[in-house]
Structure formats: structure tokens, C-alpha cells
């Protein structure tokens, strides 16, 4: 793992990516980790159905059919509706921040199947909870919401902001799952100093890859984002890769 001063270093003397070069080999790792970004997508939708029947036992309690043109928001900020419903809403809030937070500890976890499958190794299924373990979990968890906690400030000061901080925010997880010794500080550190380094090319190639995905999305009829909305993911994971590579990490894998 490397060292704090020598992220610092490595990000410093960053060499120019291109931008035909990064999309080529993302393409190649997907190829590689397909499958489980399946499993990832399967996993997610696991976790939603707990929201999901929230939002239909609102709906029912609140006598709202089908047709109506009411949704989830006019629930949640009328009134009346907010006081019979009290119970539920804390519930639903709840239900999502947890989901939430799992959600971005499997994330971790993919990140390191990633480099597993990318150096040849074999994939383990509880590699998903890796930072679900002891001694883990904590920091783990300490990092989401340092994460959580710096989006919200950068939406709460405006929308420009956050168009910034999405991007540093993205390499969170790779410095974090290749450097957990690095302090929750000096993971979101390094993040926004890679992230500020290399914003250009990783918000033009998130963005293309959205729209893509998009189109996808829909000429599939959805079942598009099953198998490929994990490569949202590679571009983060070779840039990491190029620039702060992976020395000696093989065996601690």
C-alpha cells in the first residue's frame, strides 16, 4: 500500500491520460468483471425492496389508487398526510440512509474484486462484504458518511458545486479500498487532489458513458442496466490504476 507522501507524489507528476486509451482499457476490465457487476446490480435491487414496499403500503394506507396524479413527494410534504403517516416516514428515512450505506459498502467490495479479476486472481462471493468484517466496518462506515456529508454541503451551496465535488467523490472508494490505512482524512485528501488533477477527462468519459448507458437503457427495455451499469465504474478504476498503480497490492488482496 502506498503512503500518503507518495500518493501525493504520484498524483503531482500525473502523466497525461487519453482519452481513447483510458475508454480501450475500461472496456477491457469490463470484459473481465461483467458477471459481477451483474451480481452487484442484483444485489442493489435486493436492497431496494424494502423502499419499495414502503412506497406501496404509503400509497395503499393513503388510499391513493393508481390513476391519481398524487406520488411519493405529495405524500411526504402534505401536511395531514405527514401526521398519520409520522411512524412510516421516520421508517422510510431510515430505510434509506441504511440502504444507502450498504450500498456503498458493497461498492467498496466491488472495487476489490475488480483488482482481483483484473490481476488474474479468482473471485470470491463474500468478497463483496469484505468491509462488512470486523475491524473494517467501523471506518468503513465512518468514510460513507465523511462522503455523504460532503455532498450534501456542496447541494446545500448551490448546484456548481457539486458538479465539482462529484468527481473527487468518485475516487474515494479505490483510494480507500487500496489504502485502508490511509485516515479518513487522507483518503478524502487524496481524492480531491486526483480528482482536481485528472476532472476534465473523468467527468467528459462519466458523462459519455452515461448517455450511453441511456441509450442502452432504452433500446433493452431496462434489462441494459443489469449488465451494464458497472462500467460506470471502470473508467475510476484504471485512472486509479495508471496513475497510483498498484505496487505490492497483489498480495494483500
Known amino acids: 500500500m502506498s503512503s500518503l507522501n507518495c500518493i501525493s507524489k504520484k498524483v503531482a507528476e500525473a502523466p497525461k491520460i487519453d482519452f481513447g486509451d483510458l475508454f480501450n482499457e475500461s472496456v477491457l476490465v469490463f470484459k473481465k468483471v461483467w458477471l459481477q457487476g451483474f451480481i452487484l446490480q442484483l444485489l442493489s435491487i435486493g436492497l431496494s425492496l424494502p423502499l419499495m414496499f414502503l412506497n406501496f403500503s404509503m400509497f395503499q394506507d393513503s388510499g391513493i389508487d393508481s390513476n391519481s396524479q398524487y406520488n411519493i413527494q405529495s405524500i411526504l410534504f402534505d401536511d395531514a398526510m405527514t401526521q398519520q403517516h409520522g411512524s412510516v416516514l421516520v421508517i422510510y428515512y431510515l430505510v434509506t440512509i441504511v440502504v444507502g450505506i450498504i450500498s456503498s459498502l458493497i461498492s467498496f467490495g466491488f472495487f476489490r474484486i475488480i483488482a482481483k479479476m483484473d490481476m488474474g486472481q479468482g473471485f470470491l462471493f463474500s468478497d463483496f462484504f469484505y468491509f462488512f468484517r470486523d475491524g473494517k466496518f467501523t471506518k468503513s462506515l465512518l468514510l460513507v ?21 462529484m468527481i473527487p467523490l468518485m475516487f474515494v472508494t479505490p483510494f480507500y479500498v487500496f489504502n485502508s490505512e490511509l485516515s479518513i482524512l487522507d483518503v478524502l485528501k487524496s481524492s480531491f487532489a486526483l480528482g482536481h488533477k485528472k476532472w476534465g477527462i473523468t467527468f467528459a468519459i462519466t458523462f459519455l458513458n452515461i448517455i450511453s448507458l441511456y441509450v442502452l437503457i432504452m433500446l433493452t427495455c431496462g434489462l441494459g442496466a443489469l449488465f451494464f451499469s458497472c462500467f460506470l465504474q471502470m473508467p475510476i478504476y484504471v485512472l486509479y490504476k ?10 494483500q488482496l
Open 145 to 165: 458518511l465523511a462522503n455523504f456529508g460532503v455532498a450534501i454541503l456542496a447541494v446545500l451551496m448551490c448546484v456548481f458545486p457539486i458538479f465539482y465535488v
Open 242 to 251: 495508471k496513475i497510483i498503480s498498484f505496487e505490492s497490492l497483489e498480495n
